[in-house]
């Protein structure tokens, strides 16, 4: 037998805090603990009921709130977090992408989420160059080779390359 996608994350309990989902106040609300409910009535579903989030291929938990998909953890940090900062990335804390405790969320940029992930859980986060690499990019680029060309070499998307060759990124690198 197949197993399901859908799994709530974390048992409801008595220490579960619920607070409305931002832009859906009144269908919707989300627990520190990670579950999101329907506040209302509609087809199908019950006040109160939780929703079952899909686990989608990047392994962060979802939910479609009226039909938008909607990471589960972003609902959770804007709801129990700084909503002043809700620009920013969400961070899981432990990097398991699936504990979307409000204990282990935080707003971070982008940046310190792309380094959180590379030094603090030693991942290797493709399209991360140097400044030498990046030298080495436009040096190449002059001498007539195809940005194509470059961005299978350095196994990153053409429009990465595109960028750095006509200095949209990386201004201050000669």
Do not use: C
Request: hydrophobic share 35%; proline share 5%.
């Amino acid at each position: 037998m197949a197993r399901s996608k859908h799994i709530i994350t974390r048992p409801i309990g008595d220490n579960e805090e619920w607070r409305p989902v931002v832009d859906f106040e009144v269908q919707y609300s989300v627990s520190n603990l990670g579950n999101v409910r329907r506040e209302g009535r509609a087809r199908s579903t019950y006040p109160g009921r939780p929703l079952k989030p899909h686990l989608g291929n990047a392994g962060y938990y979802t939910v479609a709130l009226r039909g938008r998909t909607t990471l589960v953890h972003r609902l959770v940090a804007e709801a129990f977090l700084e909503p002043e900062k809700r620009h920013l990335d969400v961070n899981h804390k432990n990097g398991n992408p699936t504990d979307n405790r409000v204990d282990n969320l935080e707003f971070v940029t982008h940046a310190e989420n792309m380094g959180h992930a590379r030094f603090t859980l030693g991942r290797k986060m493709r399209g991360i160059f140097t400044p030498e690499q990046v030298k080495e990019i436009r040096a190449e680029f002059a001498r007539g080779v195809r940005q194509v060309e470059l961005a299978s070499r350095y196994g990153v998307k053409f429009h990465v390359i595109h960028r750095i060759v006509h200095r949209l990124v990386w201004k201050d690198v000669d």
